[in-house]
């Protein structure tokens, strides 16, 4: 038999995993087009300044500050993942002055990210909230006794209560536009 993780032998049946952070992906989404626009801010830098000396090391930089930006996606659940990305939000803006076009578009980013932290962390409470509900609920639903077989009486008994208050009965169509 495969070996298995952690998570896979504390699982017990019917037990129920927390949801997952909102607040994670969107800002784990924000990293990742952060990381693929530092590629081409890469390219880009590189091919307006080839003729420099430091094209390269604007380059090799550039694709640092990408890498970076990925592997904080996967730091997000410490604390210091969350500070990482504040820090790398202006190093991005700081390209600005090798590119200044970088300054508007690291200003953009730094408020896609903004958001991301802030409304991710008001969906996690609602998303939290929901769940401990759910739960709640759950639990009430399963300590009361189970109903006897006279349900599929009374929900027949109901149906037929409200065809009759909506008008609706097994009458052919065609006999109601004559």
């Not at 080839?50 to 500050?65: D, K, N, T, Y």
């Not at 210091?80 to 504040?86: A, D, K, R, V």
């Not at 600005?96 to 578009?105: A, D, K, N, V």
Request: charged share 20%; aromatic share 12%; with cysteine.
């Amino acid at each position: 038999m495969a070996r298995q993780t952690r998570a896979q032998q504390q699982w017990r049946p019917g037990q129920t995993r927390p949801p997952r952070s909102v607040k994670v992906l969107f800002a784990s989404t924000v990293l990742s087009l952060e990381a693929l626009m530092m590629f081409f801010y890469g390219l880009m830098a590189w091919g307006l300044h080839q003729h420099e000396w430091f094209a390269w090391w604007l380059f090799g930089g550039s694709l640092v500050v990408s890498a970076l930006l990925v592997v904080t996606c996967a730091l997000l659940r410490a604390q210091w993942g969350w500070i990482l990305g504040w820090v790398l939000q202006f190093v991005i803006i700081a390209g600005g002055f090798f590119e200044p076009l970088m300054f508007g578009i690291g200003v953009i980013f730094l408020g896609c990210w903004w958001f991301a932290v802030v409304k991710g962390r008001q969906l996690d409470v609602e998303k939290h909230a929901r769940y401990v509900e759910e739960q709640r609920l759950a639990a009430e639903q399963a300590e009361r006794p189970a109903a006897g077989s006279d349900t599929t009486d009374d929900t027949a008994d109901e149906t037929a209560d409200e065809t009759a208050e909506n008008g609706t009965d097994s009458v052919d169509p065609e006999e109601r536009t004559s």
